[in-house]
């Protein structure tokens, strides 16, 4: 069994969406972050970081935060959706990475600047705007020819999905990125993605690509 710390975020998601594929068992405990519960003291000591997500996983007593960190333990760990051999692996890690350090940083700070304080800066909003537009890019060529961004359906789909899902609050249209787009509506009708959305409660619909 796994405890799963969460909330519904695009970094929540992606280990729900995992534990879904995987068809795992786990407790989802609900880190209300809009009230400050990841200060918890008992939260910190499974997240040094006050961040979510992060599991205990009670078979191996094995406390993990950082979501691709968490990630890449239970693939391994179940054999499934990272390969164990490179070149295949590092493909996925690159993207999976590419997310980590490209995607998930810019669109959070585009949650903040065009969609919560619209207006307060218009420096960072076209910085940010056009940042987001050139990885959406990427991420397009990436996908042109290619049903998933590292060949099979991995990990690294499943990290970059929940942060595309907001492509509204990045003011981004998936008409404008059509490899995107059928990537996003083709991952989107799994079901093991709809019930990974919707952890660890009812999020709403999933938006239309």
């Known amino acids: 069994m796994i405890r799963f710390y969460a909330w519904p975020t695009p970094n929540s998601r992606k280990v729900s969406i995992l534990l879904e594929e995987l068809g795992l068992p786990y407790d989802t405990i609900s880190v209300d972050i809009g009230k400050d519960q990841q200060f918890a003291s008992e939260f910190l000591a499974i997240s040094p970081n006050n961040k979510i997500p992060a599991i205990h996983d009670l078979h191996t007593d094995q406390r993990i935060f950082e979501s691709a960190a968490i990630m890449i333990y239970?693939?391994?760990?179940?054999?499934?959706?990272?390969?164990?051999?490179?070149?295949?692996?590092?493909?996925?890690?690159?993207?999976?990475?590419?997310?980590?350090?490209?995607?998930?940083?810019?669109?959070?700070?585009?949650?903040?600047y065009l969609k919560f304080n619209p207006g307060a800066s218009d420096y960072a909003a076209e910085r940010l705007s056009k940042e987001l537009a050139r990885l959406y890019g990427v991420l397009d060529r990436q996908l042109a020819g290619n049903d998933f961004v590292a060949g099979a359906y991995s990990i690294a789909d499943m990290a970059i999905w929940p942060w595309v899902s907001?492509?509204?609050?990045?003011?981004?249209?998936?008409?404008?990125?059509?490899?995107?787009?059928?990537?996003?509506?083709?991952?989107?009708?799994?079901?093991?993605?709809?019930?990974?959305?919707?952890?660890?409660?009812d999020a709403g619909a999933i938006p239309v690509g």
């Not at 019930?195 to 409660?201: E, I, K, N, Q, S």
Request: aromatic residues 12%; neutral net charge; proline residues 8%.
């Open 166 to 201: 907001r492509h509204e609050w990045h003011q981004v249209d998936l008409g404008d990125y059509p490899n995107v787009r059928r990537w996003y509506q083709a991952i989107a009708e799994r079901p093991q993605v709809f019930r990974g959305y919707h952890v660890p409660h």
């Open 74 to 112: 239970l693939a391994d760990r179940h054999g499934r959706f990272l390969p164990s051999d490179d070149p295949a692996r590092s493909d996925v890690l690159q993207w999976l990475m590419w997310q980590m350090g490209g995607l998930g940083p810019i669109a959070g700070q585009a949650h903040h």
